[in-house]
């Protein structure tokens, strides 16, 4: 079992670019969540997939965020015109099904936008 | 609304010392709690967990926390450090209506040899 598995685990851009960032779950799990980590704002939850479903988006900025889910083994995060605010640590955690599901973390892709 | 407070930023003891790392939280239902060790350059990775009945819990490596509901509070506690200890402690709410958890700022711990 390999964890969760995120890549790439630096990515840097400069102002408007486009950023994609991918998270591979744990096989077998159903639930995908994204984060969001910088020294002033914390942990930020972002979005949540559950059976591939976009479950709960609240967390996710208006403009310029986007995740999918296009099948069981892999989530995207999509950063449209980076802007340097968006320099954070991303985070991806996967979870089994049911109501004591704990989350596993990847490591984090470290994204830093010039 | 959900929340979560870790009140200490930063915890310094020496090792062979014994720890308390301090969390409260609010919620109005069942609370579902956690607590995650964070190393440097590293994702989260889950120390215990608290879902019902015996308010202490044990997790990895010694710790051990302690639910209280009538101080809503999640402590985390071990009662010798080691240096390979420091690391950032998160303290986690799920709220089980929704799945949605909840993150405490964070205390690093900083073990001094």
């Known amino acids: 079992n390999a964890g969760v598995i995120q890549t790439p685990r630096h990515k840097v851009t400069g102002k408007g670019q486009e950023a994609t960032l991918w998270c591979e779950p744990i096989?077998?799990?159903?639930?995908v969540f994204w984060y969001r980590q910088t020294i002033v704002q914390g942990l930020e939850f972002l979005t949540y997939f559950r059976n591939q479903a976009p479950i709960d988006d609240s967390g996710m900025p208006k403009e310029r965020f986007s995740a999918q889910m296009p099948n069981q083994s892999h989530s995207t995060l999509k950063i449209q015109s980076t802007q340097p605010q968006d320099s954070a640590v991303y985070l991806c955690a996967s979870s089994p099904t049911g109501n004591y599901a704990e989350q596993f973390f990847g490591p984090g892709t470290r994204l830093t936008v010039l | 609304a959900q929340s979560v407070t870790q009140p200490d930023a930063r915890v310094t003891v020496s090792e062979g010392a014994s720890l308390q790392l301090r969390c409260k939280y609010s919620?109005?239902?069942?609370?579902?709690l956690f607590w995650y060790v964070q190393y440097p350059r590293q994702g989260l990775q889950l120390l215990l967990k608290y879902y019902s009945g015996d308010p202490v819990v044990q997790g990895v490596n010694g710790f051990e926390a302690e639910f209280s509901k009538s101080n809503s509070s999640f402590h985390l506690r071990k009662a010798s450090v080691h240096w390979s200890d420091s690391a950032v402690y998160f303290c986690?709410?799920?709220?089980?209506?929704?799945?949605?958890?909840?993150f405490g700022d964070g205390t690093q711990l900083v073990v001094k040899p």
């Open positions: 096989s077998g799990h159903s639930a």
């Open positions: 919620y109005s239902g069942t609370p579902y």
């Open positions: 986690v709410l799920r709220a089980n209506s929704n799945n949605r958890i909840f």
